[in-house]
Structure formats: structure tokens, C-alpha cells
């Protein structure tokens, strides 16, 4: 949708990763309300509608956006975004697979909000970094990321990681498995291979590594914290760089 670029716009941010993205273009300042999760800096000022999942859509209606922004990549969202639409109220839906994706939704809230050039800035040097990244390797390491232990849960072929790895020149363990994410038996953990286990639980508050090492599989894991990987936006950068230092340290020689 097209919103006239009469910044400062009265913005409404329903998912973390839409609030990463507004931090980097600078706009956080316009932000009227936010949900509980995010963090970025410079949401001081906004009301807190609650989680993303629980969004008090009576309160983002009274907070007078002139655009919400949310995001199906959150499951279960599209509640959250039938209510608003049920409501009247402006809104961007983003919904990213992919780390090209996540690049042209920076972009398109950038044009979206009036900060255009700025929009394609913070995506150019994103994309330049995450390539800065890029490894050769005898062989792709293989990498497996974990949304949840109980039941354990982790990215499959259409997720934003399985790009992300390919671009540091590893492998998702699971991009042979279709959907966003799939539950996995501890067999199937074992059946796939991983040189790298990372702990990325998404809404936890502490990363417990130790709980997947107890499991006995022998595989290295380390802990990027849900910012740096569960959110699509600029900070999936945080993450890349912590996997790329952890395959840095891996057994396998290098092309």
C-alpha cells in the first residue's frame, strides 16, 4: 500500500523484527505502539499493546496509527491481522522466506514510510555483509537450527536460515524438508547429519545449550539468542557472524 511520506508517521510495530527494521532506518521515534517483545532502542515513547501472538488490538486502534506493521512470519499471526483489518486500521503485512526477502522488506517499509534512500541503504550494506561472510570448504558444514526442545523444533527448507546459511557457504541440515519449521524425534535430529547444532529458542528466556548437549548426539552447539536469527531484519547479522566464527572452529578443512 502506498502511505503519503509526510514523516512523522504514527506507526504501530506488532512484531520484533519490523521494530529491528524501523531502528535501523532511524524511525523508532514515530513508533505509537509497539508490542511487548520488541527491544529496539528508541520505543521508550511507545505503548506496549502486549505479545505478538496477544496483541490488544483495542489499544493499537486507540493508539491512532496511520500504519500498523506486522508479519505473518510470526505462526499465528494472521489473527492479529485479520482483527486490524477487521478494525479498518492501515497496515503493511510482511511475511519473508527468504534473506532476499527480508532485504526488500527493509526496503519496502523504507519507501512505505518516506525514508526510501535510507531503506535501500541499510539493505545494500546488509546484504554486503552477510556476503563478507561467504566461506569455502571442502565440503558445506552442515548446520541444524533449533526453535524449541520440548518438542524439538527447527528450520526447515523454507526458512530465511537455509538462505542465510547458503550464503556463508554451509548448509541447512533440513533444507530437504519442506515448511518453515518441523517437530523432530531425537532419531531424526541424529538421521540429519549436523557438523552444528545452533540453540536459537524462540521466546525463551534463557538458552539452555547444555539441554542439547545432554542429549548425547556428540554434535558441537553453541547459543545465538532468538535477536540474532528468529527475527527477519538487519540483525540477523548478530547471528550469521556467531555461526560463522563457530564453523570457523570446526574440523574441516577448508577448499
Known sequence: MNVPASPPLRLASLVSSNSDILAALGATGWV?????????????????????????????????????LASLSVPGMQRVVDGLHKRGLPTLILDPVTVA?????????????????????????????????????????????????RPIIAATRESWVTE????????????TRPGRSTPLTLDEVRDAQADLIVCSWCGAKKLRPEVIEARGLGIPVIAVPESGLGRPGPRLLEGARQIAAALEGLALARA
Not at 511487548?36 to 493508539?63: K, N, Q, T
Not at 552477510?130 to 548446520?143: C, D, E, G, I, K
Open 164 to 175: 542465510l546459511l547458503a550464503g556463508m557457504g554451509a548448509v541447512n541440515a533440513l533444507e
Open 32 to 68: 505509537v505502539a509497539a508490542d511487548s517483545h520488541s527491544d529496539a532502542p528508541g520505543l521508550e515513547s511507545a505503548r506496549r499493546v502486549g505479545p505478538d501472538l496477544d496483541i490488544d488490538l483495542d489499544m493499537v486502534a486507540e493508539s491512532r496509527p496511520d500504519l500498523v
Open 101 to 149: 526477502d527480508t532485504l526488500d522488506d527493509i526496503r519496502l517499509i523504507g519507501k512505505t514510510i518516506g525514508l526510501e534512500q535510507r531503506g535501500q541503504e541499510v539493505a545494500a550494506q546488509l546484504e554486503t555483509d552477510l556476503f563478507s561472510l561467504r566461506a569455502a570448504y571442502s565440503r558445506p558444514p552442515r548446520v541444524l537450527v533449533e526453535w524449541w526442545p
